[in-house]
C-alpha cells in the first residue's frame, strides 16, 4: 500500500529509512545514522549536486533532524536553496528552514531578502511557501523590511495567500502586540476588520485568531465587533457555509468555538454585550449535538462563555443543563472532564450548581484518572467556603503526597497555601496544614510560602507560639524532613524554643532543643543555607534563655567558624564573640522581637546621620567627596543612558543604500577633480547613469509608497457563497465607524463600574480574583460579618501587614457533609445552605453593594493593595535595626568583638547611599545577619533566621532598588 | 495556541516533530521522551485524552499505534483539539487513501506540508478538509 508513494522519495534516502525501520537496537540505529550523515557531509563538501538531488538531500536532512541528530551543518544549504529558481527546490527548502531553524537563528536575516522578493512573485505557490516560513520564523528584526508587503497581500486575489498573509500579520502582532517597534504606523485593526469582512470563510477564519489576540490587549475598543460576530455566528450554525467546512455534520465547528472565545471575552463585564448574545448563545446550545465530541467541544465552549460573560440567568440555567447532560454520562471520562471543568466555571457565579452533582463530584475525585482527579481538585479549590477549608485542605494534601509532578505540585502548593490562609478557623489549624504540606511537598514549595508562615507565627501571641513549637519539635522527629520544613523549623526554634520547657507534652529546655539541632546539622545532606539557619537558632536561643551552648553545638560552631562558606564564618564568628558578652547578646536579640515596630526610629535611620562622623573621618583622611550620579550627569562626567539609541544604532537596516551621488557637473570641487581624473567622455555619460539609478531606486521604495497611496481600500461585502447570508451582513461592514466606537466604549465604562469586581475577562490569571469575588458574593458570606484575626481572638501583634482575614470557620458539626454530602440516607445534603441560596442572582445583585465597601475584600482589590505596600517598604526598614539603642551597642560590638568580616564600608558614602545603610543595618540588625550578603547578594543573610523574621525575601530587595532608583 | 505537535509509535520514534514556540534541541527531544512516556503510560479506558503537562495540556489520541499528541494553553478547548487531531487524521487518510504508519514513515516530508496547511504559527488556519485538500492536490503538481 505504501509502496504508491516510495518513488517520491531517493533511493538512497528509501534505503536508509528501511534500514532504519529494520534496527533492532538504538546503538545500531545511531550506527547507520552516523554513517549516512558522514556521507551526506561529504557530498555537501564536494558541491556538486543537481536540482533533484538537492531536494532528496534536503530531506534526508529533516529525517536527520527528526530522529534527533544533528543536521546543522546543512542548514545553510536550506537556506541557499529558498533563493533557488527552481518552484520544487524552493519549496522544500522553505520546508527545510521551518524544520531547522528558529526565530532566534542569526540565519533568518538571510532570509529577509528571498522573503522580500518572494512576496512579491506572481505565482501564489512561492507566496504561500514564503508566508508559510514567515509565520514560523520571523523574529521583530525582520518584520520592518516585510511588512508592507504582507500588508499587500491581504487584498490578494487568491484566498489561500490572503489567508496566510493574515496569519503573518497576527504573527506580528504576536512579536510586537504594542504596535511601538516595527508595526508603528501599521493599522492592523483596520487590516483585520477587513480580512472579517472577507468573503472566504478561512480568511474570515484566520482573522479570528488574530482579532482574538487583539482582543484580549484592548477589550473595550473590539465590542463594536459583537453585532457583526454574532452575525457570523449565525449564519455558521445555520448551515450558511459551504459543505467543505462541515465536520462530523456539525457546521465549521473550529469556527463556532473561536468566535465563542471571543464572544466571552468581549461580553466578560458588560452587561449591554451580555443581552446582545444572549439569543445567539441560547440557540447555540440548542442547536448543539450531544452526539458526537466535536458537538460536546462546542457546547462545552458556550457554556464556558456563558459562564464568563456578564451573569444572565437565562443563559446559566441552560448551562447548568448542558453541564447535568456532561455529567450524567456513564462512559466517557472525557465527558466527566469536561464536566467538572465547566462546574468549576459555574460554580463562580452560583455555588449551589455543585451541590446538584455532588455524587459525580465524589467519584471523579476517587477516579483512576489523574487529571480528571486534578480537574476535580481544581473544582473544590473554586468552591472552598469557611466551613469546607479543612476537607479540601486535606484533599489537596493528600493528592500531594500520590503527585509526582514538580509543577503540578508548585500550583497545589500555592492554592493549599491560599486556602489555608483565607479559610484558616484557627491558626492553630494553619500552622499544622503548613508544616504537613511543608512535609509532604517540600521540595516542591516555593520559599516565599515560607517566609509567609514564619511572619505569621511571629504576629501572634505566645500560646500560637508555643504550639508553633510544639509542632516544629513533632516535625524534626521526620528523618525525611525537606529543607524549607526544617528551615521553619529552625526559625521557629530559634525564635521561640524558650517556650518548650512550658509544653503541656513534656517540656524541652534549651539544651534539648539545641541538641536536637547540632544533631540536624551532624546529618549528611544539611545543606549551608540550613547550618545558617542552624546557627542562628542557636544564637537566639541562648541569648533569649541565657543559657550556654552545648557541647555539642559549641563543636558545631567551632567548625562553622572555619568553614569555608564567608556566610557560616561570620554567623559562627559572631556568635562567638556576642557569647563573651552576655548583656550585649540579650539586649540585641531580646525575646520575641522579630515583629516590633520601628517606624517612629525610620526618619533617623533613613537620613544615615549616623554615618557623618565616619564620612567626616574619611574626608579628613583625604578621601574625595562623593558625587551623586545627578552631579555626575550635570558636571558631564557621565553621559545620560538611553537605550533606544543604542537599539537603533544595533538594528540592521533592509532598505538598499541610497545610490551613490554621482558628482554633477556644476563647478564645485569635487567635481571639478572629478572631471580632471575621469576625462570629458566620461562626464558625458553621467547624466544618463544617474537617471538610471535613480528609477531603480524609485523602484525598490515602490512598495512603501503604494501602501501609503492605498487609501481608497474596497471594503469587501460580508458575504458567503450563500447568497442568502447577503443582506444580513451587509448591515456589518460599517458598525466600525470611529465615532461610534468612541461612543460605545465610554458607555461600556459606565456599565464596568458597578460590576467590574464580578466578572473580570475569564484568563487564568485572575482566576483566583474572580473566586473572590464570587466567594464574597456568596449569600452565606454577604450575611454574614467578616471576622478578620483580630475579631477571632487572634491579632497581630502588629497591624503594620494587614493579611488576609483568616475567617472562622463557621459551626460546622458535619463539615464533609456540607461540603458534599454523600450519604444515601441522609435526607437533603446541607439543607440550610440550599435554602441560603435558593436565589442565587439576587446574591449576585447585591455582589456589587459589596464590591463597593472594599475593605471587606481580599488585598486583590486595589484599596487593600494599595495601602499593603507602602506599608511593606517601611516594615522592612524598620524590621532591620532593632532600636536606636540596640544599633549604639551593635556599633560597639561590631570592633570590640574583633569580626574579621567587617562591614564592608565603601570609603566615601554620603549619607543618601544605599549601601552603607544596607550593611549597616544588617550588622545591627542583631549581628544574627550582619552578612556581607545581607543585601541580597546571598540568599542565606536575607532569610528570616537571624533577628528581622518579618521581612520575607521577597519583600527585601524592591525597597532597595526603589531606593537606588 | 498550539506548542507542538507530535506524532509518535508506540515505541517513542518520532514520526513527525512540529515545533510552534522556540526551543533548544535538547529541549525538543526531552519534550519528545516525556510525552511518549506520558501518553503510553495511561490507561487506554479508564483515562481521559487530556493530560496535564508542566505547564500545559497534552491532548493526545491514539491511532493504530502511533499517538498523535498536540501540546496547548490550559484555556484552549480540549475538546476542540482533540477533535483537530481528528480532523488532521482524516485529511491525512484521505490523502494517502487510508493511512498507514508506512505511509508516515516514507513520506515524513509530505506529512509535514500537510501539517502546515492545517496548523500555522501555532493557530488552526484551515478547518475545511476540501480546501486543505485541494491545496494539496495544487502543491503535488509542481513535482511530476
Same mark, same amino acid.
Given at each position: ?21 529494520? %534496527? ?378 500520590? %503527585? ?8 497545589? %502548593? ?552 | ?144
Amino acid at each position: 500500500m505504501a509502496g504508491r508513494f516510495r518513488t517520491r522519495l531517493g533511493d538512497d534516502l528509501e534505503r536508509l529509512i528501511r534500514a532504519i525501520g529494520d %534496527c533492532k537496537s538504538k546503538s545500531e540505529e545511531d550506527r547507520i545514522m552516523g554513517r549516512s550523515i558522514d556521507q551526506t557531509k561529504a557530498i555537501l563538501k564536494d558541491g556538486k549536486m543537481d536540482k533533484a538531488s538537492v531536494k532528496d538531500l534536503l530531506i534526508k536532512l529533516i529525517y536527520f533532524e527528526m530522529l534527533g541528530h544533528d543536521a546543522s551543518f546543512g542548514h545553510f544549504l536550506a537556506v541557499q536553496g529558498c533563493g533557488s529558481n527552481s518552484l520544487v527546490t524552493k519549496m522544500v527548502s522553505y520546508l527545510a528552514v521551518t524544520q531547522f531553524l528558529d526565530s532566534s537563528n542569526t540565519l533568518i536575516l538571510l532570509l529577509v531578502n528571498t522573503w522580500r522578493t518572494d512576496l512579491q512573485s506572481d505565482n501564489h505557490l512561492i507566496v504561500c511557501a514564503a508566508l508559510t516560513t514567515i509565520c514560523k520564523l520571523v523574529n521583530t528584526d525582520a518584520i520592518g523590511p516585510i511588512v508592507p508587503q504582507v500588508v499587500k497581500l491581504i487584498s490578494h486575489p487568491k484566498e489561500v495567500v490572503r489567508k496566510k498573509a493574515v496569519m503573518a500579520l497576527h504573527r506580528f502582532f504576536q512579536l510586537d502586540p504594542k504596535s511601538e517597534g516595527p508595526l508603528a504606523g501599521v493599522d492592523l485593526d483596520r487590516q483585520f476588520r477587513q480580512a472579517l469582512c472577507d468573503k472566504d470563510p478561512s480568511v474570515m477564519a484566520a482573522c479570528l485568531c488574530a482579532l482574538h489576540d487583539m482582543i484580549k490587549m484592548n477589550t473595550p475598543a473590539f465590542r463594536n465587533l459583537i453585532p457583526s460576530l454574532i452575525s457570523i455566528l449565525k449564519q455558521v450554525f445555520e448551515h450558511r457555509l459551504s459543505k467543505g467546512y462541515e465536520y462530523h455534520h456539525v457546521p465549521a465547528p473550529f469556527i463556532q468555538i473561536k468566535l465563542l472565545k471571543i464572544l466571552a471575552d468581549l461580553g466578560a463585564g458588560d452587561r449591554p454585550s451580555t443581552e446582545n448574545m444572549r439569543s445567539v448563545l441560547l440557540s447555540v446550545l440548542k442547536q448543539g449535538s450531544m452526539k458526537n465530541t466535536i458537538g460536546h467541544a462546542v457546547l462545552y465552549e458556550c457554556v464556558r462563555t456563558i459562564t464568563t460573560i456578564s451573569p444572565d440567568p437565562q443563559l446559566l440555567e441552560a448551562a447548568a443543563r448542558t453541564i447535568a447532560g456532561f455529567l450524567k454520562s456513564e462512559s466517557s471520562h472525557n465527558l466527566k472532564y469536561m464536566g467538572m471543568a465547566a462546574l468549576g466555571g459555574i460554580v463562580r457565579i452560583n455555588p449551589r450548581q455543585a451541590q446538584e452533582h455532588q455524587a459525580a463530584v465524589m467519584e471523579c475525585l476517587e477516579d483512576f484518572d489523574d487529571t480528571l482527579k486534578l480537574k476535580t481538585l481544581e473544582l473544590l479549590y473554586k468552591m472552598t467556603k469557611p466551613n469546607n477549608v479543612e476537607v479540601v485542605v486535606d484533599k489537596l494534601i493528600s493528592y500531594l503526597e500520590t %503527585c509526582a509532578d514538580q509543577h503540578i505540585k508548585q500550583d497545589i %502548593c500555592r492554592r493549599v497555601s491560599e486556602l489555608a490562609e483565607r479559610y484558616a478557623p484557627d491558626n492553630q489549624w494553619y500552622i499544622e496544614t503548613m508544616t504537613l504540606m511543608f512535609g509532604v511537598a517540600g521540595d516542591a514549595v516555593e520559599p516565599k510560602l515560607a517566609h509567609n508562615l514564619m511572619r505569621l507565627i511571629a504576629e501572634q501571641e505566645t500560646d500560637v507560639h508555643q504550639s508553633a513549637v510544639a509542632i516544629c519539635t513533632k516535625a524534626l522527629e521526620n528523618p525525611k524532613a525537606p529543607e524549607i520544613l526544617l528551615q521553619v523549623v529552625c526559625w521557629v526554634l530559634g525564635e521561640y524554643g524558650a517556650l518548650g520547657k512550658h509544653l503541656p507534652e513534656g517540656g524541652l529546655s534549651p539544651d534539648d532543643i539545641m541538641d536536637r539541632l547540632a544533631s540536624l546539622m551532624h546529618s549528611q545532606d544539611c545543606t549551608e543555607m540550613l547550618q545558617g539557619y542552624i546557627l542562628s537558632a542557636f544564637l537566639k536561643l541562648g541569648a533569649q534563655t541565657g543559657v550556654a551552648l552545648t557541647p555539642d553545638a559549641e563543636e558545631l560552631v567551632r567548625k562553622a567558624a572555619s568553614s569555608k562558606s564567608t556566610e557560616l564564618q561570620q554567623r559562627a564568628l559572631e556568635l562567638q564573640s556576642l557569647q563573651s558578652m552576655p548583656q550585649v547578646k540579650s539586649a540585641v536579640l531580646p525575646a520575641d522581637a522579630s515583629c516590633e515596630d520601628f517606624e517612629d526610629e525610620m526618619p533617623t535611620l533613613r537620613s544615615l546621620s549616623f554615618l557623618n562622623a565616619y564620612v567626616q573621618d574619611a574626608l579628613q583622611a583625604g578621601a574625595a567627596p562623593y558625587i551623586s550620579p545627578e552631579q555626575q550627569l550635570e558636571m558631564g562626567v557621565i553621559r545620560p543612558t538611553s537605550s533606544t539609541d543604542a537599539l537603533d544604532a544595533v538594528t540592521l537596516r533592509y532598505e538598499a543604500y541610497q545610490t551613490a551621488k554621482a558628482p554633477t557637473p556644476t563647478p564645485s570641487a569635487s567635481a571639478n577633480t572629478w572631471g580632471q581624473d575621469a576625462g570629458a567622455d566620461l562626464t558625458g555619460t553621467a547624466p544618463t547613469l544617474l537617471a538610471g539609478t535613480s528609477a531603480a531606486s524609485a523602484g525598490d521604495y515602490e512598495p512603501a509608497l503604494n501602501v501609503k497611496s492605498r487609501g481608497t481600500r474596497r471594503w469587501g461585502p460580508a458575504e458567503y457563497a450563500t447568497p442568502s447570508s447577503t443582506p444580513e451582513v451587509e448591515a456589518t461592514p460599517p458598525a466600525y465607524q470611529p465615532v461610534e466606537v468612541q461612543g460605545l466604549v465610554t458607555d461600556i465604562d459606565d456599565f464596568q463600574l458597578g460590576e467590574a469586581p464580578l466578572h473580570e475577562p475569564d484568563t487564568y490569571k485572575n482566576e483566583r480574583d474572580k473566586f473572590q469575588a464570587t466567594l464574597f458574593g456568596d449569600p452565606q458570606q454577604s450575611s454574614r460579618p467578616t471576622r478578620s484575626r483580630a475579631q477571632a481572638g487572634l491579632q497581630p501583634k502588629t497591624t503594620q501587614r494587614p493579611r488576609p482575614q483568616a475567617k472562622p470557620a463557621m459551626a460546622a458539626p458535619d463539615v464533609m457533609g456540607d461540603l458534599l454530602d454523600l450519604d444515601v440516607g441522609a435526607p437533603q445534603p446541607a439543607p440550610a445552605a440550599a435554602a441560603q441560596n435558593s436565589d442565587p442572582f439576587a446574591a449576585l445583585d447585591g455582589m456589587d453593594l459589596l464590591g463597593g465597601s472594599a475593605t471587606a475584600t481580599p488585598p486583590s482589590t486595589a484599596s487593600a493593595g494599595t495601602t499593603q505596600l507602602p506599608i511593606d517598604l517601611n516594615a522592612l526598614y524598620g524590621a532591620q535595626p532593632s532600636s536606636a539603642s540596640m544599633f549604639d551597642s551593635s556599633v560597639g560590638v561590631g570592633p570590640q568583638g574583633g569580626m574579621p568580616m567587617g562591614m564592608p564600608m565603601p570609603v566615601v558614602m554620603p549619607m543618601a547611599q544605599p549601601q552603607p545603610a544596607g550593611a549597616s543595618t544588617g550588622g545591627l540588625q542583631g549581628l544574627g545577619l550582619a552578612m556581607p550578603g545581607g543585601l541580597g547578594g546571598v540568599p542565606m543573610a536575607s532569610g528570616p533566621a537571624a533577628g528581622a523574621s518579618k521581612v520575607g525575601i521577597q519583600k527585601k530587595e524592591d525597597p532597595f532598588k526603589d531606593l537606588l532608583g | 495556541m498550539i506548542r507542538f505537535v507530535l506524532l509518535q509509535n508506540r515505541a517513542g520514534k518520532t514520526r513527525l516533530a512540529k515545533y510552534y514556540i522556540p526551543l533548544e534541541d535538547d529541549e525538543k527531544h526531552k519534550l519528545e521522551y516525556e510525552v511518549h512516556r506520558l501518553v503510553v503510560g495511561r490507561n487506554p479506558t479508564q483515562s481521559t485524552n487530556f493530560a496535564e503537562f508542566r505547564t500545559h495540556k497534552v491532548i493526545y489520541r491514539k491511532y493504530a499505534g502511533l499517538f498523535f499528541s498536540m501540546c496547548c494553553d490550559v484555556t484552549d478547548n480540549e475538546f476542540a483539539l482533540l477533535e483537530a487531531i481528528h480532523l488532521f487524521v482524516e485529511v491525512l487518510d484521505h490523502y494517502f487513501q487510508s493511512v498507514c504508519e508506512l505511509d508516515l514513515v516514507f513520506n515524513f516530508h509530505k506529512v509535514y506540508l500537510i501539517l502546515d496547511e492545517f496548523v500555522l504559527a501555532g493557530e488552526l488556519q484551515e478547518t475545511s478538509k476540501k480546501v486543505i485538500l485541494e491545496r494539496l492536490r495544487e502543491l503535488d503538481r509542481i513535482e511530476t
